[in-house]
């Protein structure tokens, strides 16, 4: 793997190495009625009373995979969708490279899905007509029966028996858009009435009997190690079992939550750590260095025409530099996992973006084969990249084996959850414009300094892809610029890093699309007319291995900018700002964000969105996605962490803000009719929405915020 | 230790834990009802609202001797099936995103309802206001607490 991009490859195509056919035998499950269910692939099985259960390949963390993925199914194979129930895909033989991650959970298991369930079709169709005697061409499906001349009709389960016989189609017939009747439709999420009585299960309701709770006492410097300690206090607290060295610190297990907490809290105040050598560690310092890094080597991630001596010859250049902090995932379930570990074989209980990494590192841990690692995916409290760390299912794996007998859950609190994260890095951004006499775009040079993520999920190597990935949103900025030079100068940071919501591209696509408004203001022209002349009539035109389809793009910008009214009379105070990007050269997005600033106070009154993401699964879905989307970018405009001592500065939502109610824009969101494949929008709208805000707070008082979090200074 | 008599969605429950155990954790691990969930331990994201004698408190401020005597009422004793307006409305406006904040979302907007059936815009936001929802589902919130006030209608 040497890029972001191989890892959606390899873990996004969870199962597409899976050939339909291979279980041709149609193995029952336990407590299946044996050879009676028919199972033609790993994602499907109808059982002979003729509901079906579908395989969900994706861990549901909130962008309703678990709804999307299985209405794919349901739609080729003409399911009911009320007689429908899902299982949750396992690491495994059927699944070896399960993962979930970079809005890609749509794009990457469309066609295996759509080709399992319309196999599945023609199988009971064949069935069926064979029965009947009929050719299967008089045959037709509807909400699980197959129909046929005469007024025939069979249920998919009675059919079932002998659909298993038969040969699994390689290339079955797919609908095509025009057939679709339950995809393009709203559909409510599936998991919405368990979630409303409290019966949707995540990680932390995981309860095994015999469990165990335990807390961990980390030292709050990473990489620091506890020295010496005296667990006789912890070992008072009523419910406290055991202290256990395990190799992220010291495990408290008790027979509660509320006693391993208590009783971390006593181990606590007797401890003192062998920090490291990172007790130094803190923000400025680190600012100062990735500023040197803007002036030092790096590596390019695109480079195209001569943009030294372009911007040289250039009649006049602008140049400015932006900042991006170190942010926190806070999902609202805190990090937890629970193991249970023998000598033979462990399970695992817990929400992970990353199964089957999950899996094979905790199995590593504790000296086991990943196939004795039995891993349950639970519903995750939220992901947004943070899931994706397997430190979380490890660490617990370590603990169940230290502390030995019966399951542990560790439950993380809230200041462990972000002391511990596995941050998104700060980054440090240099951007040069190089105009010409008319004021036309000849020359731009965008330079990136800070830590990267890709070499951290790869446990410290640093991977050829890693500038590529680093600068996503900023190499592949979709202008026609003749000389650009796009570059990323790695500065090491002591600190775990890991993808958050929109990854890199949120600090990359924030610093480019602030400095093009810049760049468009500097030459007196409308940011809106500007980039649709830097967009120019194109329409594909490749950006390394990946067509971009321009015409896309433009579409959205106007569409966004149209229902947004761009160009209006504003009432005093108030600005519009727009931004677009094509993510990942996939979902093309543009945001209008209106905004005022009253008192030195930052109003966000409206995002409008435009979106064009090939064939849209689920409406409803899609725009429950915008509107988080655009919460989380509103959010990251006050969060950050900041490091002192080593240490994270903040330790909860008091000072690590989040988004609430009364602050939450309206939303709108406008999408494109498309017959194209579809994309992701989990995080699409995340790095296009704080560039809107921030171009708006510039058309609104002349103020330009380069540096998040905004300070109240910058707007007084 | 005496053991602590809290009743629990009706039912009377004897709970033998520390005077200073949250409520939150004997709901969770003492009485196994986890749909009271744990979010920042300070009172400062509602995940783990319950009421308390009608009002919605947030639990893992409660210790248990406090809540002796009183009725606690959790998610899971909310309605017997689903059924209470601010459940149907949440299901109507498909709110939930990943869904862990959304039990503590319910408990408020309920005992919202109860002391105001019809609640202005500032009122939700002062209640749902103390609450956070990382995934962002604050506009379906809105609608589907007016449209409980309507008695389900839009």
């Known amino acids: 793997m ?19 056919g291979l279980h041709l035998e149609a193995k029952p499950r336990p407590g299946e009625a044996a050879a009676r269910t028919f199972r033609p692939n790993a994602y499907l099985a109808i059982r002979p009373d003729g509901r079906a259960v579908l395989t969900v390949p994706k861990s549901e963390m909130g962008q309703g995979v678990r709804t999307s993925l299985p ?5 080729e194979l003409d399911l009911d969708w009320s007689r429908v129930e899902l299982v949750q895909a396992m690491p495994g033989p059927d699944f070896r490279h399960l993962g979930t991650g970079g809005s890609t959970s749509v794009s990457t298991t469309w066609t295996t899905l759509r080709t399992a369930g319309a196999a599945a079709r023609e199988m009971l169709v064949a069935a069926a007509a064979q029965r009947w005697g009929v050719p299967s061409g008089q045959c037709r499906t509807e909400k699980g029966f197959v129909l046929g001349p005469g007024g025939k009709k069979a ?33 409510r999420r599936v998991d919405g009435p368990k979630i409303v009585v409290g019966r949707a299960l995540f990680g932390l309701d995981t309860r095994r009997p015999g469990q165990r709770f335990a807390a961990v006492l980390r030292c709050p410097v990473v990489g620091g190690t506890p020295k010496a300690w005296d667990a006789s206090k912890a070992l008072a607290v009523r419910g406290v079992k055991a202290v256990v060295p395990v190799p992220t610190g010291l495990a408290v297990v008790a ?7 208590k009783g971390r809290d006593a181990l606590a105040s007797s401890i003192s750590w062998n920090e490291g050598p ?10 100062t260095r990735m500023r040197a890094a803007l002036d030092g080597p790096a590596d390019a991630a695109r480079s195209t025409g001569a943009v030294v001596p372009a911007l040289a010859a250039a009649a006049r250049v602008i140049e400015a530099e932006y900042a991006f902090p170190f942010q926190a995932h806070t999902t609202m379930e805190p990090m937890n996992a629970t193991a249970l570990v023998r000598p033979d074989g462990a399970e695992l209980w817990v929400g992970t973006q990353s199964p089957n990494t999950a899996q094979e590192r905790a199995a590593a841990a504790v000296g086991l084969k990943p196939d004795q690692v039995k891993l349950n995916v639970a519903l995750l409290g939220g992901g947004f990249g943070r899931r994706s760390g397997t430190d979380f299912s490890t660490e617990a794996a370590q603990v169940a084996k230290a502390a030995g007998g019966g399951p542990v859950q560790v439950v993380w609190d809230r200041t462990d959850d972000i002391r511990h994260d596995q941050f998104h890095p700060a980054t440090l951004h240099r951007l040069k414009a190089g105009l010409d006499g008319r004021g036309g775009l000849g020359a731009w040079s965008h330079r990136i ?10 446990e410290g190597k640093k991977a050829p892809g890693q500038a590529e990935t680093e600068a996503n949103g900023a190499w592949d900025l979709p202008y026609d610029i003749p000389a650009l030079d796009i570059s990323f100068a790695e500065v090491e940071v002591p600190v775990p890093l890991g993808w958050w919501r929109a990854i890199e591209i949120v600090p990359n696509v924030f610093a480019r699309e602030c400095f093009l408004d810049e760049v468009a203001h500097a030459t007196g022209k409308d940011p809106l007319a500007f980039r649709l002349d830097l967009l120019g009539k194109r329409g594909q035109v490749k950006l390394g291995e990946e067509e971009l389809d321009l015409a896309r793009l433009r579409k959205v910008l106007e569409l966004a900018a149209e229902k947004a009214g761009w160009g209006r009379t504003l009432p005093k105070g108030h600005g519009l700002g727009l931004a677009c990007h ?20 930052l109003r966000v009154h409206r995002v409008v969105a435009a979106v064009d993401c090939g064939i849209i699964l689920n409406p409803d879905g899609l725009a429950g996605q915008v509107e988080g989307g655009v919460a989380w970018a509103v959010s990251a405009l006050s969060s950050q962490i900041t490091f002192e001592k080593g240490r994270a500065v903040q330790e909860n939502f008091d000072t690590f803000p989040v988004l609430r109610l009364p602050e939450m824009p309206q939303v709108e969101v406008h999408t494109i009719a498309s017959t194209e494949a579809p994309s992701g929008m989990g995080e699409p709208p995340v790095p296009v929405t704080i560039p809107a805000i921030l171009n708006a707070v510039f058309a609104a008082t002349g103020k330009r915020l380069r540096r998040l979090p905004i300070a109240p200074a910058d707007l007084a | 230790m005496p053991a602590f008599q809290i009743t629990v969605n009706g039912r009377r429950r004897s709970v033998d834990v520390d005077a200073d155990t949250p409520l939150l954790w004997v709901l969770r691990d003492t009485l196994g009802l986890t749909g009271t969930k744990f979010g920042c331990g300070q009172g400062i994201c509602g995940s783990c609202t319950v009421h308390q004698d ?3 408190v947030r639990s893992c401020q409660v210790p248990v001797k406090e809540a002796t005597g009183a009725s606690i009422v959790t998610i899971e004793g909310l309605s017997k099936d689903g059924s209470h307006p601010v459940q149907r409305a949440w299901i109507e406006e498909d709110v939930a995103q990943c869904g862990y904040c959304q039990p503590g979302m319910l408990m408020s907007a309920s005992a919202l309802l109860a002391a105001h059936p019809h609640p202005t815009d500032g009122q939700i936001d002062d209640v749902i206001g103390d609450h956070i929802c990382r995934c962002g589902s604050y506009p379906r919130i809105r609608k589907a607490i007016h449209r409980a006030a309507k008695g389900g209608a839009e």
């Open chain 1, 582 to 601: 094509a993510y990942d050269r996939r979902t093309y997005i543009a945001a209008v964000a209106e905004i005022s600033v009253e008192k030195g106070g």
């Open chain 1, 278 to 287: 990172n007790g130094d560690f803190n923000s400025k310092d680190l600012e």
């Open chain 1, 2 to 20: 040497t890029s972001r991009r191989d890892f959606i490859k390899v873990t996004g195509a969870a199962g597409a190495g899976l050939v339909l």
């Open chain 2, 54 to 56: 009608g009002k919605a």
């Open chain 1, 255 to 261: 027979d509660g939550t509320w006693a391993a907490f």
């Open chain 1, 155 to 187: 249920g998919y389960g009675e059919l079932a028996e002998a659909a298993a016989k038969l040969p699994v189609p390689k290339a079955p017939k797919l609908k095509t858009p025009a057939e679709f009747r339950l995809l393009g439709h709203p559909t």
């Open chain 1, 449 to 458: 300094a800070g830590g990267a993520v890709l070499r951290s999920w790869l």
């Open chain 1, 71 to 75: 209405l794919v199914i349901a739609e």
